[in-house]
């Protein structure tokens, strides 16, 4: 089983559309949304959901104001200010690091475990699908990307599928290092302006770091062809495999909007042809 | 005033929008790029940088000579930061919150405190326009503390518009509590609308008044429309799509220095939030 993670550095570059694109095109696979935070790829998948799990993880400091005699230590050994006057907790500031519970004199403060989002195992008309959803304001996604990339291998593995391609979330902090530690490779989906061509050298670079195979796809290519033929310049210099371009097509909209993927939404166009020679090049790179 | 530029989905248009309304706006202002994973902001305003400061982040270090092993250290740690292994102490930093915790329960006062670089913040200006930025050390998974640290350079008596990262976790919380108005890019699809319902849930949360621009307001449907009318959130700026401003912003020009017609919308988009945001203007 391989997986192939697909990042971008940049958001909004097409990461889920070209996910989407490679789950009517593959053959045998589980795909996984590792964008737990903003997670789009169900739109177009409409799983049917088979199992439903919390996800436990975290704590929240809560006092309780019976037992509590306002000596202060608690607010004075807080480093996140998350204690009012008041002896009351911002749920938001605590970072769940348990110092004052531990601290306490009167042991007048709680320490309960959060349930901060839910993870999902589905069916879709693609095959089975791992996902899951990030409570709003919720910390610990990095924690829920490593469980959900992990259900989506445990589903791969037992049904004896080749691929698991997983749809990562932007940036390239906690939740990107999360998505791609031990895949088998990433695929940058970049754009050809100078903040994808910013971004994408900093998520090149952070795959370099955790030394995962990186290969490059410039979407919206002809909206700046020389931006565009500059980024594959600095990834050949990195290592990093340029395996195809994509053209500006509002196609991709249309089949957003009609819940479809583009090879679903026009099989016969051009994005749609683009699209699976990225993909036969992704296989021929993973082999 | 402090109004922070969020959006749930990536690549709706929020550095778009957070430069072209720095650079528009009648009033001293200031921008703070805090979506420091990935700054963009940079690019399009090219500031002359004055200053440019490492951002730490304090870690332990422990005084073998003083340690008896005790394991105190890892008990307290919620973040397995800290374990003994054998004869030793390790800390693995990269897992550390700072909390201080092991250091505090330490009886042998075998812990001190050393520093961990996660970044950098940058400042500098253009015509008259502050500029701070933070720079996430790439391989560094916190950046929640970078983005207080850039956010400490908000000046009151400036218009301060702040560049949020996407998403609605931790980082954009970082990047909203506490402003005065969040105003949220979005595109009329599937994917920005859904996302756009999480920010939303992310604003009420925070109690913060939300207005929405709506970036090719032409590529989709209507759902974020009719969203928007059921929600009672208002639609400050719609912007069509337009081949020229894609071409501009690929280059890394500004849509008002492409078509300057559109620094009036601008204005206007200003003076529309501080009429929401119960300021008077200065």
Redesign the interface.
């Given at each position: 089983m391989k997986e192939i993670v697909i990042i971008?550095?940049?958001?909004?570059?097409g990461k889920?559309s070209i996910v989407s694109a490679f789950a009517s095109l593959a053959e045998s696979k589980v795909l996984c949304d590792a964008d737990v935070?903003?997670a789009?790829l169900h739109?177009i998948m409409a799983p049917e959901i088979k199992e439903r799990h919390n996800f436990d993880a975290?704590?929240t400091a809560k006092i309780n104001l019976d037992q509590c005699t306002q000596c202060g230590l608690c607010r004075e050994?807080c480093?996140w200010d998350a204690i009012s006057e008041n002896y009351g907790v911002d749920g938001?500031e605590c970072?769940?690091?348990?110092?004052c519970w531990?601290?306490c004199p009167e042991k007048a403060i709680e320490f309960p475990l959060n349930t901060c989002g839910e993870w999902y195992i589905s069916h879709t008309r693609f095959g089975p699908m791992a996902h899951a959803r990030?409570g709003?304001?919720?910390?610990n996604?990095?924690k829920l990307v490593a469980l959900i990339r992990g259900k989506g291998k445990e589903l791969a593995e037992e049904k004896g599928l080749e691929y698991l391609i997983t749809d990562g979330?932007?940036?390239?902090?906690?939740?990107?290092?999360a998505s791609i530690g031990g895949a088998s490779a990433v695929l940058i989906v970049a754009?050809?302006?100078?903040?994808?061509k910013?971004?994408m050298e900093?998520v090149s670079?952070?795959a370099a770091?955790?030394k995962v195979p990186a290969m490059l796809c410039v979407n919206k290519f002809d909206?700046?062809p020389e931006?565009g033929k500059s980024i594959e310049t600095f990834a050949e210099g990195k290592n990093v495999k340029p395996i195809g371009r994509v053209s500006?097509d509002?196609d991709f909209?249309r089949a957003?909007?009609a819940?479809q993927t583009i090879v679903e939404f026009n099989e016969q166009g051009e994005a749609c042809r683009e699209a699976r020679t990225i993909w036969e090049n992704v296989i021929a790179n993973l082999k | 005033m402090i109004i922070s530029i969020a959006s749930?989905?990536?690549?709706?248009g929020k550095?778009t929008i957070a430069t072209n309304l720095a650079i528009s706006v009648d009033t001293p202002v200031q921008i703070l790029d805090c979506d420091v994973?990935?700054p963009?902001a940079h690019?399009?305003l090219r500031p002359q940088m004055e200053e440019t400061r490492t951002f730490t982040t304090p870690v332990p270090e422990v005084d073998m000579e003083k340690c008896t092993l005790c394991g105190k250290c890892g008990e307290?740690c919620?973040?397995r930061a800290i374990v003994v292994i054998g004869e030793t102490v390790l800390p693995f930093v990269e897992m550390c919150?700072?909390?201080?915790?092991c250091m505090?329960?330490c009886p042998e006062k075998a812990i001190t405190e050393t520093t961990r670089e996660l970044g950098f913040v940058q400042s500098g200006r253009l015509n008259g326009v502050e500029f701070v930025h933070g720079k996430?050390r790439?391989?560094?998974?916190?950046?929640p503390p970078l983005i207080k640290a850039v956010r400490a350079y908000a000046r009151p008596e400036l218009l301060t518009i702040i560049d949020a990262?996407?998403?609605?976790?931790?980082?954009v919380?970082s990047a909203m509590?506490g402003v005065d108005f969040v105003l949220l890019v979005t595109e009329p699809?599937?994917?920005g609308l859904?996302?756009l319902k999480?920010a939303v849930?992310?604003v009420r949360?925070?109690d913060i008044p939300c207005g929405l621009v709506i970036n090719r307001s032409d590529?989709?449907?209507e759902g974020v429309l009719d969203y928007a009318k059921a929600e009672n959130i208002p639609v400050l700026m719609e912007i069509p799509f337009d081949?020229k401003i894609?071409?501009a912003?690929?280059?890394?020009d500004m849509i008002v220095t492409a078509m300057p017609e559109m620094k009036e919308k601008f204005v206007q988009l200003y003076h529309d939030i501080a009429a929401i945001a119960g300021r008077s203007l200065s």
């Open positions: 971008s550095g940049k958001g909004g570059t889920t935070d903003a789009d739109l975290g704590h050994l480093r938001i970072e769940g690091c348990g110092v531990y601290f990030l709003i304001a919720e910390e996604s990095g979330p932007p940036g390239v902090g906690c939740p990107v290092i754009e050809p302006t100078v903040s994808g910013h971004d900093r670079e952070l770091f955790f909206l700046n931006m500006f509002p909209t957003m909007v819940g | 749930g989905k990536g690549g709706t550095t994973e990935e963009n690019l399009f307290i919620q973040f919150h700072s909390c201080g915790g505090e329960v996430l790439v391989g560094e998974a916190m950046s990262p996407p998403g609605t976790s931790c980082p919380i509590k699809t599937p994917f859904h996302d999480l849930g992310a949360i925070l590529m989709g449907d081949r894609a071409e912003y690929s280059r890394g």
